[in-house]
T-cell receptor
């Protein structure tokens, strides 16, 4: 079964410094991986996704993530943090399900990393 | 943003009462999902639907039922609400790809 572990529950950075949010996954096959962001009292927004194409994935708002199969990692990075990046970030692996209509993915969420950005 | 609405957005109810949450989409997507979000747990799948009248259980389905009589609507019912079901509930939709799009959430408090 697929699983995902976010290694830090809370990360604090200063504005203008790099961001690193760490995620390790467990999967018995080549997984699809995602990062979602949730701003306070909001729904979840897809930041980026990896689906076995390029291992370096670029997302919205300057974020990117690198898929490393040898390390089973999918860490999220951004070169320079902005105050508006303060939010909770979820690493997600897709648990592929085959049903009568074909295949689709049930998402398995990590427990989240809360990012704080100091002025 | 994907056309997903949830109603109500906030609800306070008493233990033992039935509660129904509604998810409505305008994207004509085949798949719809209900999740609950609790601190320290991320999101956990309750039920999902892969078509009209076709549903299946997720990780935390006990105490919940769902129905989907139209493509655009997916209902989540708590037959007899308990305090452990106090949570934020999210609906999500997807087409033929794995990425899901989430609604704004419903905050449910069971007293």
């Amino acid at each position: 079964a697929q699983s995902v572990t976010q290694l830090d529950s809370h990360v604090s950075v200063s504005e203008g410094t790099p961001v690193l949010l760490r995620c390790n996954y467990s999967s018995s096959y080549s997984p699809s991986l995602f990062w979602y962001v949730q701003h306070p009292n909001k729904g979840l927004q897809l930041l980026l996704k990896y689906t076995s194409a390029a291992t370096l994935v670029k997302g919205i708002n300057g974020f990117e993530a690198e898929f490393k199969k040898s390390e089973t990692s999918f860490h999220l990075t951004k070169p320079s943090a902005h105050m508006s990046d303060a939010a909770e970030y979820f690493c997600v692996v897709s648990d592929l399900v085959i049903d009568y209509g074909g295949s689709q993915g049930n998402l398995i969420f990590g427990k989240g990393t809360k990012l704080s950005v100091k002025p | 943003d994907a056309g997903i609405t949830q109603s109500p957005r906030h609800k306070v109810t008493e233990t033992g009462t039935p509660v129904t949450l509604r998810c409505h989409q305008t994207e004509n997507h085949r798949y719809m999902y209900w999740y609950r979000q609790d601190p320290g747990h991320g999101l956990r799948l309750i039920h999902y639907s892969y078509g009209v009248k076709d549903t299946d259980k997720g990780e935390v389905s006990d105490g919940y039922s769902v129905s989907r009589s139209k493509t655009e609507d997916f209902l989540l019912t708590l037959e007899s609400a308990t305090s452990s079901q106090t949570s934020v509930y999210f609906c999500a939709i997807s087409g033929f790809v794995e990425e899901q799009y989430f609604g704004p959430g419903t905050r449910l408090t069971v007293t």
